[in-house]
Each structure stands twice: as C-alpha cells, then as structure tokens.
C-alpha cells in the first residue's frame, strides 16, 4: 500500500501496488495516479469555481424574507421559487448559468 500527495500536501490516495514486493527498501518512488489525476482534478475544480464565482458577480438568487407577510409558508422564504414572478425568472436563468457551467466539468460536484 502506498500514499500518494500532491506537491501541498492534499488530496491523499492510498492504493494498492501490484507487485510490491519487487520494489527497493530505501530508494524514491513516484507514483502517478493516471498522470496527472489528481492535480488535474484540483486544477478542474478550481477552474469551475472561478467560473462559478465570475458568473455569479453578474447574476444574483433572490429569496423572499422570512418576515414577509405573504408568504404562504416559512420554507417559502428558502425558496428560489420567488413569489414576484420577475426574480423567480432571474433566479431561473441563475441556476441554468450555474448548471451549464458545471457540466463543463462532469468530474466537479456542487453541494
């Protein structure tokens, strides 16, 4: 079993080595994890979030506040379903930006 890091110390992948036994006690291995794998998973993700945050300093979610009288319920006010039809509308076309954007990087998650 051996760990592989990045060059900062991240993103750890311990794997199993096939053929272990034919390497030398004492010498530097290195190890790539489908070449550059795991740099270029970070290098990817950082990419998506750059985009994400540019797009998102143009656009805007609006949410409806949690005082308002009008609101049907409470969880309406975490909702991006806007009651005002012209915001639900912008925070529609938001979310598609932030969607197409992601699926530029098919390897990238959003939570």
């Known amino acids: 079993v051996a760990e592989a890091r990045t060059p900062l110390g991240r993103n750890a992948i311990r794997v199993?080595?096939?053929?272990?036994?034919?390497?030398f006690v004492g010498e530097t291995y290195r190890l790539e994890v489908g070449g550059d794998a795991v740099l270029g998973a970070s290098t990817?993700?950082?990419?998506?979030?750059?985009?994400?945050?540019d797009f998102l300093e143009r656009n805007d979610v609006f949410f409806n506040?949690?005082?308002?009288?009008?609101?049907?319920?409470?969880e309406q006010a975490w909702s991006v379903c806007h009651l005002d039809p012209a915001k639900r509308e912008i925070n529609r076309h938001t979310l598609r930006g932030i969607a197409a954007i992601l699926l530029d990087y098919p390897d990238v998650r959003c939570r």
């Open 16 to 23: 199993e080595l096939p053929q272990a036994e034919r390497l």
């Open 65 to 74: 506040g949690a005082g308002q009288p009008e609101l049907p319920t409470i």
């Open 44 to 53: 990817r993700a950082g990419a998506a979030l750059s985009r994400v945050r």
